[in-house]
């Protein structure tokens, strides 16, 4: 009878021993299972941040690259601009000044204008021009040119013209301005393309 009690605890526990390996062994399997997924999620997930770093990576560089071509072009028009600016400004103004600042040449102008004005308007005229002439003008307005008008006349000297003049209807209506800043820009205006295509092809 013990060795069939033996028997039994034996066969007992080498069925359970052999149960309890099998689990064991399908429990580790089923980890090292999970594991692997783990492991090749977490992979994916290093993959896709290492590519979207990079990406980005790329396209700052991109950006970075654009915005220096852009502001590189930017400055190198700004300084043919400047240089072209110079140069207009230096061969126009010193013409332009002598021209409007010798008082014969604006007495002709003047007269010139105000006798196209006067013949086409029955309006008054009112003429601004450079306080620093007022000693070389005054006595030729009031004289001459009232006199070869015939009308009403008004003459103002004002310091904020350098050279030339502004000439219109007393009502202020409209004018028109021949001082040296606007003859040195419709001058600009026509050497501006000339210096250019010389300056830079």
Request: glycine share 8%; hydrophobic share 40%; proline share 3%.
């Amino acid at each position: 009878m013990s060795n069939k009690l033996q028997e039994l605890t034996d066969r007992l526990y080498n069925e359970g021993l052999s149960k309890g390996k099998e689990e064991g062994e399908q429990l580790l399997a089923k980890a090292r299972a999970e594991a692997d997924l783990i492991l090749e999620n977490a992979r994916k997930q290093a993959g896709d941040i290492v590519a979207t770093a990079e990406k980005q990576a790329a396209d700052l560089k991109d950006k970075t690259a654009s915005d220096l071509r852009m502001a590189s072009a930017q400055c190198l028009q700004a300084t043919k601009k400047d240089i072209e600016d110079l140069l207009v400004g230096a061969v126009s103004a010193a013409p332009v000044g002598q021209a409007l600042s010798d008082p014969d040449f604006l007495k002709k102008i003047i007269t010139a204008v105000a006798e196209r004005f006067s013949a086409s308007e029955s309006a008054d005229l009112a003429l601004v021009l450079p306080a620093s002439m007022q000693a070389e003008l005054e006595p030729w307005l009031t004289g001459e040119l009232r006199k070869a008008l015939g009308g009403d006349l008004k003459a103002d000297f004002s310091k904020k013209v350098g050279g030339g003049f502004s000439i219109g209807p007393k009502d202020g209506s409209w004018f028109v301005s021949l001082t040296d800043e606007t003859f040195r820009e419709l001058i600009a205006e026509y050497i501006r393309p000339v210096t250019r295509k010389l300056l830079f092809g």
